[in-house]
């Protein structure tokens, strides 16, 4: 949203009004407020008139200040508003000096000049952002009429416009297929469902964040309009309808830190269980398939040694024009309940297609009508349209009863068999409508998918017990985080579209989100053996992984042989890497640092890293670069440091790029120095005992640098932990388990003596095992 017309003057028929000073404050134990009128005061004759502004100050928890602007406090407080966890007690310095205000959150302050409006952002003594005279500021707008107006405008705005400084990017802001860095992009928060090759997103999250370590959250849920140094280059802008603004200024002072202290407010990622890394494969979507089908995928995937964890059921599971009814569709699963414990008996967990939306021919329809469960316009009618399913209805999740209406529907799917939900849709909610609890519909528009997922994630923790509940979801708002797996939407077949499903994944969990998936292959169309082959090098190491398109199944002998032997050895690699991923996820549950995530937020001070999006680590020590061409060819970036090939074990040194090629069974996956990656003893199950016969891999140790590990069993109780330290011509290697274990020590082969085990000398490497308690102490040559 813009409300200017270059540097000097506003858009016709817009006036701007900034505070001018700060008249007088009040101070209670939570907040200070500041009574900033929008111009001097230089005599009483000033004070009969004119637009003030209240703000009050807070500090929510350590390291952030809250800043909540309004021009008229009497405006009705909507619902919904974002579950905001905050401290009971006041984090909130201020010292009151005879010129300025300082107001403090730990090492974040806010100085404000009274007599000369600005405020100026301070870590300890660094300026991170200031806001001058001009950029807080009340809009009101009258363009009807104008070239602008797009008879949707609402006549007044609160706006902030936070600078820039030289060099600072922004990220973040929901899953967005546009340039990773925002800068110079106009981003408006509104859910659509508009696949992944435009501007609009499935997951608009109004939160972004700054290579300069501190981010920014708008506390509103309905449409944020920024403007990222694009309507003034120098400026990040947000603006919201209505007559007050509100947001959260966020410190580091790492970019991961700043994550950390956005999920303290807005909750952490949820733990996906362990079986939910492994490979899921999907019936697609208007394919043909019955429990034949259904069979001949899944043995097929064992008979070719695939080991496959979960089986998709999409949305033909039920009959045409009746989704969601929730019933199985006897024509082609007259036995869905034989059916299903025929498929766990081999194995597998089930998840089934779902969304909110009831069509006119379910059976749920008339339930919904007589019981008040759907969304109603302003006539009282059920609101209803055509698009997707014929006179579609949609549930208002706003009412408790209604949700409890519709989860007992799933939990009759529960009881048969089925483990978990694909969330779908969520994004075309109307705002021509009235809710059971009076919400507004604009700021539902974007919530409401918090409200379907937390339905169903709840029912599953109900059922399944917490730590087994997981969703396949489409669309997200703050918060739902708390309710993963999310993945990327429809993308189309191409490897275009597999850089820019990776681009939107990064940028989701640059904004809070620990976990992301995407449809392997492709979704629209169906993507030539070459495309397939690289993109499941790459699904394979994501956080999950699955098999999903549209009009074409996703078998991989569908394609060709070889496409068969790359599922087969990246499905296998994966789950060797469970003891290492799983534990990086539970870190992510815990701290709010994603699984998956971006260079810059791994390397912000090396700049090469700040414009990074085509390769990404994965955990904390594995870099990943897909590849997105025909020929196999690699051009990659490694940070400073020594990298370890994960294959062949070559060693490469940082800061500088790298070209090569690679055949369908490697892609470039690096080791960062330091590292100790735990190895599983099996690769045919995503779940197994991740300590036993453990191996532990110690790559490029760095001297009086202790290595350290942990290794959790599929419940998240620890069972190894593990330090390896190089010190002179010793590595000190301290175990503690009740399992048996082995240590490789990578491209060391000058060990001449092992107290307290054995080894041999393999391959340039070192491999240990234990003999006896204690540390295991090698003496190098």
Request: glycine fraction near 8%; aromatic fraction near 14%; hydrophobic fraction near 35%.
């Amino acid at each position: 949203m813009k409300f200017s017309n270059g540097c000097w003057m506003q858009r016709e028929g817009t006036e701007v009004f900034s505070p001018a000073q700060v008249y007088f404050t009040k101070r209670d134990e939570k907040q200070l407020t500041i009574c900033a009128p929008t111009h001097n005061i230089n005599h009483r004759g000033d004070t009969l008139g004119g637009v003030n502004l209240t703000i009050r100050i807070s500090a929510p928890i350590p390291e952030v200040l809250r800043i909540q602007t309004d021009h008229y406090r009497g405006v009705q407080r909507k619902t919904p508003v974002f579950d905001i966890e905050i401290d009971k007690k006041s984090n909130l310095q201020v010292e009151d000096l005879e010129d300025f205000l300082k107001v403090s959150s730990g090492s974040l302050r806010v100085e404000i000049n009274k007599s000369n409006w600005k405020m100026t952002y301070y870590r300890d003594n660094e300026k991170i952002t200031d806001s001058g005279s001009r950029d807080l500021a009340y809009v009101k707008t009258d363009w009807r009429g104008l070239a602008y107006d797009d008879g949707g405008l609402q006549d007044t705005y609160m706006r902030e416009r936070l600078s820039l400084s030289v060099g600072e990017l922004i990220y973040g802001l929901g899953e967005r297929f546009t340039p990773f860095i925002k800068n110079g992009q106009n981003v408006e928060m509104w859910n659509e469902d508009g696949g992944t090759s435009t501007e609009l997103s499935y997951k608009n999250i109004p939160f972004y964040i700054s290579n300069k370590g501190y981010g920014v959250f708008v506390n509103h849920p309905e449409k944020v309009s920024f403007e990222v140094g694009s309507e003034n280059v120098k400026k990040v802008q947000f603006s919201v309808a209505g007559e007050g603004l509100d947001y959260f200024l966020i410190n580091g002072p790492s970019m991961k830190e700043v994550l950390m202290h956005y999920t303290d407010l807005t909750g952490k990622p949820g733990l996906p269980p362990a079986w939910t890394f492994g490979l899921w494969l999907s019936t697609s979507f208007t394919t043909n398939y019955d429990e034949a089908t259904v069979n001949s995928f899944v043995d097929g995937m064992y008979e070719r040694g695939i080991p496959l964890k979960v089986f998709h059921f999409d949305c033909f599971w039920m009959k045409e024009f009746h989704w969601s009814d929730f019933t199985w569709d006897s024509r082609v699963f007259p036995d869905p309940t034989g059916m299903l414990k025929r498929l766990k008996e081999k194995g597998l967990q089930i998840c089934v297609w779902i969304n909110s939306y009831i069509g006119q021919e379910s059976a749920m329809f008339e339930e919904g009508v007589a019981g008040g469960y759907f969304i109603k316009r302003p006539n009282g009618d059920v609101w209803q349209w055509d698009m997707w399913q014929p006179g579609m209805a949609i549930v208002d999740f706003t009412n408790p009863k209604a949700c409890q209406w519709f989860a007992s529907k799933l939990e009759a799917l529960l009881d048969m068999g089925v483990d978990c939900f694909k969330t779908d849709f969520g994004e075309r909610i109307p705002t021509d409508v009235v809710y059971y609890d009076g919400s507004d519909p604009m700021k539902m528009h974007n919530y409401y998918t918090y409200l379907y997922n937390k339905t169903v994630f709840d029912l599953l923790e109900r059922k399944r017990g917490k730590g087994e509940a997981v969703l396949f979801a489409r669309s997200a708002t703050v918060g739902g985080q708390k309710f993963p797996v999310h993945w990327g939407g429809d993308c189309w077949s191409d490897y275009e579209s597999m850089a820019e499903s990776l681009r939107g994944g990064l940028s989701l969990t640059m904004s809070g989100f620990g976990f992301w998936s995407h449809d392997i292959g492709g979704f629209e169309n169906t993507s030539t053996p070459d495309v397939y082959k690289r993109w499941c090098a790459f699904g394979l190491l994501s956080t999950h992984s699955r098999l999903h398109g549209s009009s074409s199944y996703r078998v991989p002998w569908a394609y060709d042989e070889e496409a068969v032997a790359v599922v087969r050895y990246f499905t296998r690699l994966k789950a060797s890497l469970m003891p290492y991923l799983f534990r990086n996820a539970i870190e992510t549950s815990k701290l709010g640092i994603p699984s998956m995530r971006s260079m810059v937020m791994e390397y912000t001070n090396d700049p090469t890293c700040a414009y990074l999006d085509k390769q990404y680590i994965l955990g904390d020590s594995l870099l990943v670069a897909p590849i997105f061409n025909d020929e196999g060819s690699a051009n990659y970036y490694l940070p400073e440091g020594k990298w370890t090939d994960f294959f062949t074990e070559e060693v490469k040194t940082g800061s500088r790029w790298y070209k090569e090629k690679h055949d369908y069974l490697s892609i470039p996956l690096m080791v960062k120095e330091g590292s100790v990656i735990a190895i599983g003893a099996k690769e045919e199950d995503a779940v197994y005992d991740y300590a036993e016969g453990v191996t532990l891999k110690a790559f490029e140790l760095i001297e009086n640098v202790p290595s350290t590990t942990v290794v959790y069993d599929k419940d998240a109780k620890i069972s190894l932990s593990a330090e390896i330290s190089k010190r002179d011509k010793n590595i000190l290697i301290d175990v503690n388990t009740s399992k048996s274990f082995t240590v490789v020590l990578v491209n060391v082969n000058d060990v001449i003596q092992v107290e307290n085990g054995s080894f041999i000398i393999k391959d340039n490497n070192t491999i240990i095992t234990p003999t006896g308690m204690g540390t295991i102490i090698c003496n190098l040559k």
